[in-house]
C-alpha cells in the first residue's frame, strides 16, 4: 500500500527554521518527482517546490525562493524541506505528493507548521 | 506574478452538468500548461482527479471530464452526485518560470 507520512511540523517563531520530512512506503520512492504543496487555514492550495527522481532538479515557487531547500535521500525513501527564515505567511498544512501531476499521483496527509510569537 | 482564476463558487442540482473553468492571467490556457484538476472534501487531502488537460486517473469517476474551452482549461461534471460536493482546484505549468501554479479554487455545492 502506497503510503506517505510527513512529519515534523510545529510552532516556530518567526524567523525561525524547520525541517520536515515525508517518508515513503510501498512503491519505489527513488523512480518519482516529488512536490509540496500548502495550505494556509481556510485558503487555497499553493505550489511549493518539486525535486526531480535523483535529486539532480529542483525548483521553487517565488514565494519561498532562497529561503526553503526541497531534498531528498532515496536510500531512506524520505523527502524533505528544509525551510529558514519562516514568516507569519508560511503558517499551513504542508502536503507532500508522488507524481503530482502525472497518472500516480498521490498525497500524504499534510503537517502543520504555524509560524508565531 | 502569475494569476490563475477559478469561479469562486458554482451551485448545481443533483443530476445536472456544471462546468469549472481555469484561466491565466498570461493569456489562452493550453496543453501546454499541462493542465490538472484535484478535489479537496473538507478535512481531506487534495486527491486528484485529471491530468493533462482531459486524462483521467483510475479512481476518476465516468462523470468528470477534463478539457480545453475558450481559452481555458475546464472540468465538467455530468450528473452530479451529492458526494461531489467540494472544492476544486486546477493546476498550472509555467514552463518558463519551471513552476507551478494553482488557482484560488472553487466551491461547488450540491443543491
Known amino acids: 500500500e502506497v503510503q506517505l507520512v510527513e512529519s515534523g511540523g510545529g510552532l516556530v517563531q518567526p524567523g525561525g527554521s524547520l525541517r520536515l520530512s515525508c517518508a515513503a512506503s510501498g512503491f519505489t520512492f527513488s523512480n518519482y518527482w516529488m512536490h509540496w504543496v500548502r495550505q494556509a487555514p481556510g485558503k487555497g492550495l499553493v505550489w511549493v517546490s518539486r525535486?526531480?527522481?535523483?535529486?539532480?532538479?529542483?525548483n521553487y515557487a517565488d514565494s519561498v525562493k532562497g529561503r526553503f531547500t526541497i531534498s531528498r535521500d532515496n536510500a531512506k525513501n524520505t523527502l524533505y524541506l528544509q525551510m529558514n527564515g519562516l514568516r507569519a505567511g508560511d503558517t499551513a498544512v504542508y502536503y507532500c505528493?508522488?507524481?503530482?501531476?502525472?497518472?500516480?499521483?498521490?498525497w500524504g496527509q499534510g503537517t502543520l507548521v504555524t509560524v508565531s510569537s | 506574478q502569475t494569476v490563475v482564476t477559478q469561479e469562486p463558487s458554482l451551485t448545481v442540482s443533483p443530476g445536472g452538468t456544471v462546468t469549472l473553468t481555469c484561466a491565466s492571467s498570461t493569456g489562452a490556457v493550453t496543453s501546454g500548461y499541462f493542465p490538472n484538476w484535484f478535489q479537496q472534501k473538507p478535512g481531506q487531502a487534495p486527491r486528484a482527479l485529471i491530468y493533462?488537460?482531459?486524462n483521467k486517473h483510475s479512481w476518476t469517476p465516468a462523470r468528470f471530464s477534463g478539457s480545453l474551452l475558450g481559452g481555458k482549461a475546464a472540468l465538467t461534471l455530468s450528473g452530479v452526485q451529492p458526494e461531489d460536493e467540494a472544492e476544486y482546484y486546477c493546476l498550472l505549468y509555467y514552463g518558463a518560470a519551471q513552476a507551478w501554479v494553482f488557482g484560488g479554487g472553487t466551491k461547488l455545492t450540491v443543491l
Open positions: 505528493a508522488r507524481d503530482l501531476v502525472g497518472p500516480t499521483s498521490y
Open positions: 525535486i526531480n527522481s535523483d535529486g539532480s532538479t529542483t
Open positions: 493533462s488537460t482531459n
